[in-house]
């Protein structure tokens, strides 16, 4: 079956600037949770939904958000980027009885 | 605030090499521990290990939980080329469905 699919791959934004990442689970997978990783950090949960809910949130400021729709597929935006936000974003998704989740090939966002 | 530690950062050793990866971790209410290994981007689930099931194998590659020492390792025998990547170690405590994960350990095995 068709794994976890990141959309971009890649990303290139400037300071100030706002971007919308996609992610398209497993089908069957009705939660969706996203990570940043860093060099520094390492991965950092940032938030998952269940039924276009948010049902966790990581300590992140609030210009990043996100989404989910009926089907499953989930967006995350970040608003007046900063250099910091330079980051690989993955995407994970599961059942919601299991932690055994899969993770998408990630977007690479360079601020610049 | 939820902890996991992994050591050593990085490991070089040659085709047919035993290593031992370490992950201990301080969280509040413990639930599952799990590893990844991250070749390029998608980390790869490798293996859960939960309060009622201390001991997994596949493979070359086995782990073990050890509850009084708030520990786990990584063992993997006769190391291939293929074998080199990141290895994440990542717990699961609390109500939450979040996972904390360690800096991961870089193992690069030589031909």
């Known amino acids: 079956k068709a794994g976890v699919t990141q959309t971009p791959r890649y990303l290139i934004k400037t300071r100030g600037q706002q971007v919308t990442l996609s992610c398209s689970p497993i089908s069957g997978h009705r939660s969706v949770s996203w990570y940043q990783q860093t060099p520094g950090q390492g991965l950092q949960f940032l938030f998952e939904y269940f039924s276009e809910t948010q049902r966790n949130k990581g300590n992140f400021p609030g210009r990043f958000s996100g989404r989910q729709f009926s089907n499953s597929r989930s967006e995350m935006n970040v608003s007046t980027l900063e250099l910091g936000d330079s980051a690989l974003y993955l995407c994970?998704?599961?059942?919601?009885?299991?932690?055994?989740?899969?993770f998408g090939s990630g977007t690479r966002l360079t601020v610049v | 605030e939820d902890k996991v530690v992994q050591s050593p950062l990085s490991l070089v050793v040659h085709e047919g090499d035993t290593v031992t990866l370490n992950c201990s971790y301080e969280?509040?209410?413990?639930?599952?521990l799990l590893w990844y290994k991250q070749e390029k981007k998608a980390p790869t689930f490798l293996f859960m290990l939960?309060?009622?099931?201390i001991e997994k194998k596949s493979g070359r590659l086995s782990s073990i939980l050890d509850k009084k020492e708030l520990s786990s390792i990584l063992n993997i025998t006769a190391t291939q080329t293929g074998d080199s990547a990141i290895y994440l170690c990542a717990v699961h405590s609390g109500s939450a469905r979040q996972l904390t994960f360690g800096s991961g350990t870089q193992l690069t095995v030589l031909p």
């Open positions: 939960t309060s009622s099931g």
């Open positions: 994970a998704s599961s059942t919601w009885d299991s932690y055994g989740y899969t």
């Open positions: 969280v509040t209410n413990f639930r599952s």
